[in-house]
């Protein structure tokens, strides 16, 4: 019987070892027109990256020169069509698709240990349009909610989200400066924003 518990002890401190240690797979579109930032991740080692044909026209994944790994899915076509790479290596992997390097681009950085806070903030983008006074957000995690507030701290507006895509109207806010607090279910990040 001590035996048997001893058994269920070291499989039970191993599988929570692996669980602590398991990595994730992040999920960018790919066709044209798709770059930068919307085609740019920052990971850790171990994760994962899938993309996924947004068109029917034939695209590939490949690692430039200068990319820490090389890494290449041949030519693939049809909406819907996935390829995955793990990222092992820290450093910064520079990739196109070859038929449309100038409109397919993107990077992905691979870093030691990044917090979940870190994942959430190093993979969150916005941008505020002047003209119509939108702010929008984008995350590759979802967003649980957007609390705006004005530089002494107190709350302007409150938006629940529940989605990796967001668009917050700001144009009842007066000019200046804002803090933006994203939340996720494990992580939170805040932003500046300037409505002018």
């Known amino acids: ?9 070291l499989a039970l401190v191993i599988n929570i070892s692996a669980s602590l240690n398991a990595q994730t797979t992040y999920n960018l579109d790919w066709g044209l027109n798709i770059n930068g930032a919307a085609a740019s991740l920052t990971i850790e080692p171990g994760d994962t990256v899938e993309w996924t044909w947004v068109d029917n026209l034939q695209h590939n994944v490949a690692s430039t020169a200068s990319a820490q790994e090389s890494f290449n899915s041949g030519l693939i076509q049809g909406q819907g069509s996935t390829w995955s790479y793990t990222f092992t290596e820290v450093g910064v992997n520079e990739y196109v698709c070859t038929p449309h390097s100038s409109s397919m681009f993107g990077t992905i950085t691979v870093e030691e240990a990044l917090s979940i806070d870190d994942k959430f903030a190093r993979n969150l983008s916005f941008t505020l349009s002047q003209s119509t006074n939108r702010l929008r957000i984008q995350s590759l995690m979802q967003i649980d ?16 989200v529940r989605d990796q895509y967001a668009e917050v109207d700001m144009s009842s806010l007066v000019s200046g400066v804002y803090l933006v607090k994203a939340t996720s279910q494990k992580a939170q990040t805040t932003f500046k924003v300037v409505k002018r």
Do not use: C, D, S, W
């Open 1 to 9: 019987m001590k035996r048997f518990l001893q058994i269920l002890a």
């Open 145 to 160: 909610e957007l609390v705006i507030y004005n530089l002494l701290g107190v709350p302007q507006t409150r938006v629940n």
